[in-house]
């Protein structure tokens, strides 16, 4: 599900962008960066779901979690991140 995506990373220092996902599930999310990050890292994202999706009114979620993969591309970088919490935002 190709979904924008709203990230914040913590490499040291702040670091945020708006990338776009390939996958969402309740375990976690894949998405696309332009900007290189590193596995272990914190991440916060924030998603707003779809009326498509949910045959209602979008809802915005906010999650936290850690980086967990990076997949270097030719032009982007393929993360993947885990849901430790999130909440509606």
């Known amino acids: ?3 924008p995506v709203s990230v914040k990373v913590s490499n040291g220092a ?3 962008e708006v990338c776009v996902t390939r996958d969402v599930s309740s375990r976690g999310v894949f998405f696309y960066s332009d900007s290189p990050m590193r596995a272990g890292a914190d991440i916060e ?3 707003t779901l779809p009326r498509e999706m949910l045959m209602m009114e979008p809802v915005r979620i906010r ?3 850690k980086v967990v993969r990076v997949e270097p591309d030719a032009a982007q970088y393929g993360v993947a991140a885990t849901v430790h919490r999130f909440e509606y935002a």
């Open 63 to 65: 999650y936290r979690g």
């Open 45 to 47: 994202y924030t998603l």
């Open 1 to 3: 599900m190709r979904l």
């Open 14 to 16: 702040l670091h945020e």
